[in-house]
């Protein structure tokens, strides 16, 4: 069975500095790994995806995340927090081909201190 | 390109009823989830439709059930409504068996009083 971890249900950050979310996963057989963000009162916006092709995945609004298998991590990264980035943010893994339903991590809260 | 389309965005029922959600996917998405977002719980896979053919669905009781039109919209229905159902229904779609792009929907906010 696939799992996820998210560490932290709350992280807060000043503006301008870096944001860490983590994340790790389990999976038995080589996964396809997400990161969503969703606003208040809307749904879930993809972030970045990692499905195998490179392991340094580039997202959008400036999020980054690495795919490190030794670890079983997809931490997501951003060199300097703006005030828009705050919101909830959500890992997600799918074990593979054949399979079809995203499991999610618990989520994590950002919040910006200005 | 219109997006993932969920309506109604809020709905309030009375315990014992049953609701219809409705998703519209992307044009020419064939596939289309349905997930629980409650904050007890988080996100939960309910089920997936791909060409009117329910392919896996998650762990809910039968008072769940979902369809999907050959038009590729889906509907989930829930009877007999129980306070716990009070949640945010997300739909999401993708196109064929690509596990590449889940595009979501806003959701419906479904409130049992």
Redesign the interface.
Known sequence: AQSVTQLGSHVSVSEGALVLLRCNYSSSVPP?L?W?VQYP??????LL?Y?SAATLVKGINGFEAEFKKSETSFHLTKPSAHMSDAAEY?C?V?SG?G?????????TKLSVIP | KAGVTQTPRYLIKTRGQQVTLSCSPISGHRSVSWYQQTPGQGLQFLFEYFSETQRNKGNFPGRFSGRQFSNSRSEMNVSTLELGDSALYLCASRAGNSNYGYTFGSGTRLTVV
């Open positions: 396809y997400f969503y009162n809307q749904g879930l916006q993809l995806k499905t959500f997600a799918i081909a399979s079809y339903q995203l499991t999610f991590g618990k989520g």
